[in-house]
């Protein structure tokens, strides 16, 4: 089991920053590549960024790369994601998720085993 714990998000205006942390606790973090996805009421769950075990690399959805930066810090159990440059379109609730195909950057949310709470990002115009 990996338990997953979202942080950082909340109301920001357009074209602000936020950063979200995803804290795990379990079995060992780096076994599990890890993911970013977001969903829009109404609207299905996308993935955002994803990340090899390592950080070696990494995946991003192409409406926002250039504007998000996913990373880790195995030593810390964490996952972040950066977000700058934020756009009305980025408002939805964040979620981060575990995949145990460590080296797998897949954008289909049944990869992924384990998934936290969520966290509100909310951008105003």
């Known amino acids: 089991q990996v338990q997953l714990v979202e942080s950082g998000g909340g109301l920001v205006q357009a074209g602000g920053s936020l950063r979200l942390s995803c804290a795990a606790s379990?079995?060992?973090?780096?076994?599990?590549?890890m993911g970013w996805f977001r969903q829009a009421p109404g609207k299905e769950r996308d993935l955002v960024a994803a990340?090899?075990?390592?950080?070696?690399?990494?995946f991003y959805a192409s409406s926002v790369k250039g504007r998000f930066t996913i990373s880790r810090d195995n030593a810390k159990n964490t996952v972040y994601l950066q977000m700058n440059s934020l756009k009305p379109e980025d408002t939805a609730v964040y979620y981060c998720?575990?995949?145990?195909?460590?080296?797998?950057?897949?954008?289909?949310?049944?990869?992924?085993?384990?998934w936290g709470q969520g966290t509100q990002v909310t951008v105003s115009s």
């Open positions: 998720a575990a995949n145990s195909l460590r080296n797998s950057l897949s954008s289909v949310a049944r990869d992924y085993e384990y």
């Open positions: 990340i090899t075990w390592s950080g070696g690399s990494t």
């Open positions: 379990g079995r060992t973090f780096s076994s599990y590549a």
